[in-house]
């Protein structure tokens, strides 16, 4: 079965950084196939988009990580990442990688069929 799974996740200090990891295995097709993305989920709030990169590596953001956040992927590894700097309070969250989705110039995607667990971000003011 489809298994994604993320870490790199941490507490840091506002200003600080983090680089997100997700490994997927099992998917049906070739990793280089499959459009990826990274969600998150603060407590008491819904779900919400951070970015997703296509098959064919073009990268869409939330406006609000625009320029904070670079998500790039590694067909080679089956990885994804996700680089955040100039991080706030405000991403403290669980973030979330996925896949079997939409990625368009259009808007992030709002689901996905396949999800990883969760690592957990933590910023400090």
């Known amino acids: 079965q489809v298994q994604m799974v993320e870490s790199g996740g941490g507490s840091v200090q506002a200003g600080g950084s983090l680089r997100l990891s997700c490994t997927a295995s099992g998917l049906t097709f070739t990793f280089d196939r499959y459009n990826m993305a990274w969600f998150r989920q603060a407590p008491g709030k819904e779900r919400e988009g951070v970015s997703c990169?296509?098959?064919?590596?073009?990268?869409y953001y939330s406006d609000s990580m625009k320029g904070r956040f670079t998500i790039s992927r590694d067909n080679a590894k089956n990885t994804l990442y996700l680089q955040m700097v100039s991080l706030k309070p405000e991403d403290t969250a669980m973030y979330y990688c996925?896949?079997?989705?939409?990625?368009?110039?259009?808007?992030?995607?709002?689901?996905?069929?396949?999800w990883g667990q969760g690592t957990q971000v933590t910023v400090s003011s």
């Open positions: 996925a896949t079997g989705l939409r990625c368009t110039a259009t808007g992030l995607p709002r689901s996905a069929n396949y």
């Open positions: 990169i296509t098959a064919d590596s073009r990268t």
